[in-house]
């Protein structure tokens, strides 16, 4: 059975940091793109970041770039997303996501959204980050 798990989610002051995990079970790291989705209060569900343990691709959506970090712990089956210089619209349920990638060699995914063009086969419960201003 495939579990993602996620966790690391609260409350924080706009400015501060945040780190999310995702814990993975039943799936091997890398055949899957692993992504964080959040969906906002009022708002569609939105990709935010992406990572491939099999040729090293990531993404990030242009809200994301230059303040969150996406990383992998193969030995915990753990993907994480660093949020730093966090803002009001960063408040949103987070879910980790996981779709088969087998992975594109040296190239990788080049600069395609997958959050757009995947299809996520497994979805973790969600975690609420909220930022206060």
């Known amino acids: 059975e495939v579990q993602l798990q996620a966790s690391g989610g609260g409350l924080v002051q706009a400015g501060g940091s945040l780190r999310l995990s995702c814990v993975a079970s039943?799936?091997?790291?890398?055949?899957?793109?692993i992504c964080w989705f959040r969906r906002a209060p009022g708002k569609k569900r939105e990709g935010v970041s992406c990572i491939s343990r099999a040729d090293g691709s990531t993404y990030y959506a242009d809200s994301a770039k230059g303040r969150f970090t996406i990383s992998s712990d193969d030995a915990r089956n753990t993907v994480y997303l660093g949020m730093n210089n966090l803002k009001s619209d960063d408040t949103a349920i987070y879910y980790c996501t996981a779709a088969t990638y087998r992975g594109l060699g040296s190239t990788g995914w080049g600069p395609i959204d997958p959050t757009s063009l995947f299809e996520f086969q497994f979805w973790g419960q969600g975690t609420l980050v909220t930022v206060s201003s």
């Open positions: 039943g799936i091997t790291f890398d055949r899957y793109a």
